[in-house]
């Protein structure tokens, strides 16, 4: 099942995907995560709505750097030990379509990230590796957009990270239940066509189940909390030469069997 959140003209709704239409419910957020059924419902055009981020404002959003093998070796960095946790604030969230905007005289070295994040549907505290996948509601696609003059620059991340509109994410969340194995999905990303990252999750260091049980046993994960799992290699500051996202780029990330979140880029 695909959860989008969308606007029409008369506010704005969770519906759920089936291919070029969507069913509108009146159910709010925290109803889905409980497992509210879904009856009746108008169906809609995909094409007549405004779809948006897939999450408005998570308690908190809790992504993991240097968590794909490929992305250490293009480092040339040994493999972390244990997950590198950072987070990014929720005013960087934007959705499918919005413009990632930024100003040139704060940064000059936009990068992309595509991510799988993952939603989780009940709150988690201490929990197994083992019981760690009951606790995830669905997944999403993110594009972890990270300023590399700020987060290298600055001692800690969260600045880079945290910009406005850094955070796309979308198109919709697909449930747990669609999802056989999280640790086998192909992700990449294109930049103005270009493919630029063609990688899997199995490039994951620690695994979805890990990351949910390591977070848990340091804070709590409440109920539509978001988790960037990592990128893997290709990001743009690592190539020769770098490429950064420039005014007028359309960058695309993609996640296999959830869909494409595109964004077209604007230097202010």
Not at 27 to 47: C, F, H, K, R, Y
Not at 113 to 134: H, M, P, Q, T
Not at 149 to 166: C, I, Y
Not at 196 to 215: K, N, W
């Amino acid at each position: 099942m695909k959860w989008v959140r969308f606007q029409d003209s008369d506010g704005i709704f969770y519906g759920i995907q089936d291919g070029d239409s969507i069913q509108k419910t009146n159910l709010s957020w925290e109803d889905i995560l409980a497992g509210q059924a879904v009856t009746g419902g108008a169906s809609v055009s995909l094409d007549s709505v405004k779809v948006l981020a897939p999450i408005a404002s998570p308690s908190k959003i809790v992504a993991v750097g240097q968590n794909y093998m490929d992305h250490c070796r293009e480092q040339n960095v040994a493999p972390p030990e244990r997950p590198i946790l950072f987070t990014k604030f929720t005013t960087s969230i934007i959705g499918n379509g919005d413009t990632i905007e930024y100003a040139q005289a704060l940064t000059q070295q936009a990068d992309y990230e595509v991510e799988l994040a993952v939603v989780i549907g009940k709150e988690a505290r201490n929990v197994s590796e083992e019981d760690a996948l009951d606790y995830v509601f669905g997944y999403t696609v993110a594009n972890d957009v990270s300023a590399r003059d700020l987060q290298f620059g600055d001692k800690q991340w969260v600045r880079g990270k945290s910009l406005d509109t850094f955070c796309p994410m979308g198109p919709c969340i697909l449930t747990a239940d669609e999802v056989k194995d999280p640790q086998d999905l192909k992700l990449s990303t294109t930049l103005n066509g270009t493919v630029l990252q063609d990688s899997t999750t199995a490039e994951m260091i620690f695994g979805v189940r890990h990351l949910i049980s390591f977070c848990s046993k340091a804070f709590t994960l409440l109920p539509g909390d978001v988790i960037l799992t990592g990128t893997p290699d290709g990001v743009g500051v690592f190539r020769d030469p770098p490429i950064f996202l420039t005014d007028g780029d359309t960058v695309t990330c993609e996640v296999e069997g959830i869909g494409q979140l595109t964004n077209p880029v604007s230097v202010i």
